[in-house]
Structures are given as C-alpha cells and as structure tokens.
C-alpha cells in the first residue's frame, strides 16, 4: 500500500494562495487517480478534486472549481493542489488520497484506499 505525506497549509489571508503537496513513499502511486479532500471542524470530510493516472483529465467539487487547480509529477510521485482566491470556509485539514483506479471521476471516501495524515490550511478574512 502507498503512504502518502501531505505537506503545505499554513496560515494565509483571504484572497491569497497556498500549494499543496502530496508525496507518495513505499510505493508509487503509477496507476492510480489522486484525489484531494478537505474536513473543517465539526464537519465531514469533502471532496475538493481527483486528478486520473496521467495528469490528462482532472475534476473538482463545485466550491473550488476555478480557484483550485490539482496536478502531478509522476516522475516525483507527487501531486500538487494549487489553491488560488482563497476564502474563510476553506479553511480545513486537506487530506490526499490515492483512488482504488486510474479515473479522474472517483470522488468518494470509499473510492480511496491510502490517505495522508493530512495539512491544516487556515485561512484568516
């Protein structure tokens, strides 16, 4: 099983930017959709992207899209979120997460096998 490390957040005033990193160690993740998420306090975990295997095809929750952009380095084992025109409910524990195929469309905690410990994000209005 991959083990991924999430590296990152930290404080950030609203309308500022953030990238996020996901690497993978153990094992790559060749093959695989990531996906990014995100759980606020008091909140369930959601959905914010999954990029496919090949970097080609990606999808976002309706929250993010135009402002987040998902990426990857497979030559790195690494994938990228990079989170522009940040607001307030942003703020949250961004978790990456590797899907269980190769689809850009997996968006469900049960799509995902191996999850990072996840990066805390704040973002201050």
């Known amino acids: 099983q991959v083990q991924l490390v999430e590296s990152g957040g930290g404080l950030v005033q609203a309308g500022g930017s953030l990238r996020l990193s996901c690497a993978a160690s153990?094992?790559?993740?060749?093959?695989?959709?990531i996906a990014w998420f995100r759980q606020a306090p008091g909140k369930e975990r959601k959905f914010v992207a999954t990029i496919n295997w090949s970097g080609g095809r990606t999808y976002y929750a309706d929250s993010v899209k135009g402002r987040f952009t998902i990426s990857r380095d497979n030559a790195k084992n690494t994938v990228y979120l990079q989170m522009n025109s940040l607001k307030p409910e942003d703020a949250a524990v961004y978790y990456c997460?590797?899907?269980?195929?190769?689809?850009?469309?997996?968006?469900?905690?049960?799509?995902?096998?191996?999850w990072g410990q996840g990066t805390q994000v704040t973002v201050s209005s």
């Open positions: 153990g094992r790559t993740f060749s093959g695989k959709a």
């Open positions: 997460a590797a899907a269980i195929g190769s689809s850009e469309r997996y968006n469900s905690d049960i799509d995902f096998r191996s």
